[in-house]
């Protein structure tokens, strides 16, 4: 089994690193990796941030372990040539369309939440975002107006096919769940989000046994604020899942803690920690690796067939936590190769 490794920039070859030392540790017969640089890594060194081999790669790997892209030395590039465009190739290129990240708070991590313990400890959602459509991916430049203005324009659209085929794998997750589905858009404003509430209704015939509810994006940050307990698994569409998990992961208590999948139709995927590259930490030792690590047992489990590795990786990280590892986001002090060594650790019990 192929393990393709895209460390990327800013801290991602440092929490990867971790990752990977955590499946050696499980000593996992046929696993093998091969690693290819992406992001502004890959445009320093062969001048495009998503080169041939690393795409192929990408292609010939059973599973992909990804960690971050973003460089402050890349701003100024034209849009395509920017780090950030890697990971959206990628996912296009593979049609990698379903992103699952999961938000659950740790019983110790209770007072690293934004929220109020009593709130933060019922959070457990499964938000399931769309990956390949919407304004990410539709028509978008620069034009001027008639009255000589300067005006930006980003075209937000999805097909009933896209809808569906999003709509499908959201069912499917709340059944595995608790069989509580809720949609997010904003159909009250929106023709895509009307199109986005028809067709997820018309999806809902093939799965009785789930509950649907609909509920407007700026009313679903709020009560994921207010009450998250009241979620299960969540489906919405690309940009809305975007602000939305970013928004979980603090509820949950850092986004250096949470993990995503991001799925094709056969269960080929690519797996990444939700936070970002944070230039301004990387090389210092300071970040958090557990996001990496819970996201290469999201691998095991989905992409490899292999649950019980996977649910050893989960264990052995509430462990290290329940033991008092803190790294600097947590409001702790341990470096990023501590809370690795620790987490490999709390395997070997």
Request: glycine residues 8%.
């Amino acid at each position: 089994m192929l393990v393709a490794l895209l460390p990327g920039d800013g801290i991602g070859p440092e929490v990867i690193v971790e990752a990977v030392r955590v499946l050696e540790a499980l000593d996992i017969h046929g696993l093998i990796f091969e690693e290819a640089p992406i992001g502004g890594a890959a445009y320093k060194e062969y001048g495009h941030p998503l080169p041939d081999k690393t795409l192929d790669l990408a292609k010939r790997a059973d599973a992909i372990l990804f960690g971050a892209v973003g460089d402050p030395d890349c701003d100024a590039l034209e849009r395509h040539l920017r780090p950030e465009q890697a990971i959206l190739g990628v996912r296009k290129e593979l049609q990698l369309f379903a992103n699952l990240r999961p938000a659950n708070l740790f019983p110790e991590l209770a007072d690293a939440s934004a929220l109020r313990p009593e709130i933060a400890r019922d959070i457990d959602v499964m938000i399931v975002r769309e990956l390949t459509g919407d304004v990410y991916f539709g028509e978008k430049g620069m034009r001027t107006t008639d009255d000589g203005l300067r005006q930006g324009y980003d075209i937000m659209a999805y097909d009933e096919a896209e809808i569906a085929r999003i709509a499908r794998a959201g069912f499917e997750t709340a059944q595995a769940r608790r069989c509580k589905l809720c949609s997010v858009d904003k159909a009250n404003v929106l023709e895509t989000s009307q199109l986005w509430r028809d067709v997820m209704v018309e999806v809902s015939a093939d799965y009785p046994d789930v509950e649907l509810r609909h509920m407007y994006v700026d009313n679903a940050a709020m009560q994921l604020v207010r009450d998250p307990g009241q979620f299960d698994t969540i489906v919405t569409g690309n940009l809305f899942g975007d602000i939305l998990s970013d928004l979980a992961s603090m509820c949950a208590g850092s986004i250096g803690m949470l993990p995503s999948a991001s799925l094709d139709a056969g269960g080929k995927g690519l797996y990444e920690p939700v936070h970002g590259s944070a230039p301004d930490i990387a090389g210092e030792g300071k970040a958090n690796p557990l996001a990496t690590i819970l996201s290469a047992a999201m691998m095991l489990r989905y992409s490899l067939d292999m649950s019980q590795p996977a649910d050893r990786i989960e264990q052995a990280v509430a462990k290290a936590l329940a033991d008092g590892l803190r790294t600097a986001d947590l409001g702790g002090s341990a470096t990023t190769r501590q809370a690795g060594d620790a987490v490999i650790a709390a395997l070997a019990h």
